[in-house]
Each structure stands twice: as structure tokens, then as C-alpha cells.
């Protein structure tokens, strides 16, 4: 079945860095469209990033924009979320998910997500 | 800023027929934001139950379904179910890069 499993999470500084990486399996990852999306404490999902199959396109939200980078590992299965210059409002709950069937337009997998406090 | 808009709560008696609406603060909703919906319940991941307007996910019952109503995107849920009691949000395409949740609907099956 499919499993998305995200990792790297945890308690951050404001200002500093941080990694995410979700592994794959069960889907085509090399043929998959693959999304982030996070989700602040009692509040609704907000859509991250998103990557093409083939890494030909990358789009932001515009609250990551200059700050996130989206990326891809399409032979180790793995998906990336590089976070600088981390803020307080980034505190939130990540979930990597599969495109769904409309290039980019929606989502077919969640994974269980992760979780990024960004305190002093 | 574009917003997403759904109804904050909603509720429906066991067995009852209800409808979720997702609409724009300014615009109309149309098969070309490829409206999708997702279900969630406390501390767990969300669920995707339609994408393209009314496409079903794999395994999601047809109990549930998607429409356009007026110019909002709908998910009708028939029969409901104890276990139908959840966060219900939409997702809107709007343009390459940009996609909107809206805020959810929490519904109580009671």
C-alpha cells in the first residue's frame, strides 16, 4: 500500500534551518508529482510546494517563497522540503502528499506528517 | 487575497442527506479550479475523498459525492454515519502554484 513517510522535524530557533524528507513507497515516486503541505495548531491546511515528477517545475506559496526549497531524490525514492530562515508562523504540523491526477490541481496521498516548532 | 470559504459547522441527523459548500470570496467556482475535498479527524492525517469536481478516491463510498451548486463546489454526503463526524476541507486550483484550502466545515453527526 502506500506509505509517505515524513522525518526530520522537531523544536528550531527562529532564524535557523531545517530539512524534511519524506520516503516513498507503494507509488510510482519517480512518475509522481509530490506536494508539501503544512497545517498550524487548530487551524486549516495550507498548501507549501509542489514538484513535477521531473523536477522541470517547482511552485511556492507565496508565505515560503525565497525561503523553502522543494526537491527530489527520484532514485532513492524521497522527497525534500529545505526550510532557512525559519519564522514563529512556520509552526505547524507537515504532511508530504502524491499529486493527484491533474498535475498539480490536487492531492491523492497524505502521509502521517511531522511536526515543526519553531521557538526561541 | 483570494479567500476559500466553507461553513464553519454544520450538523445532520443519522442517516440524513447533507451538503458541504466551498465558494470564493470574490468569483464564482467552476470545474476549473478542479475542486478536490478531504476529510480529517483529530490528530490524524487528511483523507482525500474527491478530486475533479466529483471524482471519487479509491475506496472513498459512494455515499459521498462532489457537484457544482450555483457557483460553489459541493460534497454531498447521503446516509450519514457516526463515524462521518469530521473536518471537511475543499482545495481550489486557482493558477499554476497557487493552491487554496478553505478553512473547513466541522461536521457533527447527531
Redesign the interface.
Same mark, same amino acid.
Do not use: F
Given at each position: 500500500q502506500v506509505q509517505l513517510v515524513e522525518s526530520g522535524g522537531g523544536v528550531v530557533q527562529p532564524g535557523r534551518s531545517l530539512t524534511l524528507s519524506c520516503a516513498a513507497s507503494g507509488i510510482s515516486f519517480p512518475t509522481s508529482g509530490m506536494h508539501w503541505v503544512r497545517q498550524s495548531p487548530g487551524k !486549516?491546511?495550507?498548501?507549501v510546494a509542489?514538484i513535477w515528477h521531473d523536477k522541470t517545475?517547482k511552485?511556492?506559496a507565496d508565505s515560503v517563497k525565497g525561503r523553502f526549497t522543494i526537491s527530489r531524490d527520484n532514485s532513492e525514492n524521497t522527497l525534500y522540503l529545505q526550510m532557512n530562515s525559519l519564522r514563529v508562523e512556520d509552526t505547524a504540523v507537515y504532511?508530504c502528499a502524491k499529486d493527484?491526477?491533474?498535475w498539480?490541481?490536487?492531492?491523492?496521498?497524505? !502521509?502521517? !506528517?511531522i511536526l515543526v516548532a519553531v521557538s526561541s | 487575497q483570494t479567500v476559500v470559504t466553507q461553513e464553519p459547522s454544520f450538523s445532520v441527523s443519522p442517516g440524513g442527506t447533507v451538503t458541504l459548500t466551498c465558494g470564493l470570496d470574490s468569483g464564482s467556482v467552476s470545474t476549473n479550479n478542479y475542486p478536490s475535498w478531504y476529510r480529517q479527524t483529530p490528530g490524524q492525517a487528511p483523507r482525500t475523498l474527491i478530486y475533479s469536481t466529483n471524482t471519487r478516491s479509491s475506496g472513498v463510498p459512494d455515499r459521498f459525492s462532489g457537484s457544482i451548486v450555483g457557483n460553489r463546489a459541493a460534497l454531498i454526503i447521503t446516509g450519514a454515519q457516526a463515524d462521518d463526524e469530521s473536518d471537511y476541507y475543499c482545495l481550489l486550483y486557482m493558477s499554476p502554484g497557487i493552491l487554496l484550502f478553505g478553512g473547513g466545515t466541522r461536521l457533527t453527526v447527531l
Open positions: !486549516g491546511p495550507e498548501w509542489v517545475k511552485y511556492y504532511y493527484g491526477p491533474n498539480g490541481r490536487d492531492l491523492a496521498y497524505w !502521509g502521517q !506528517g | -
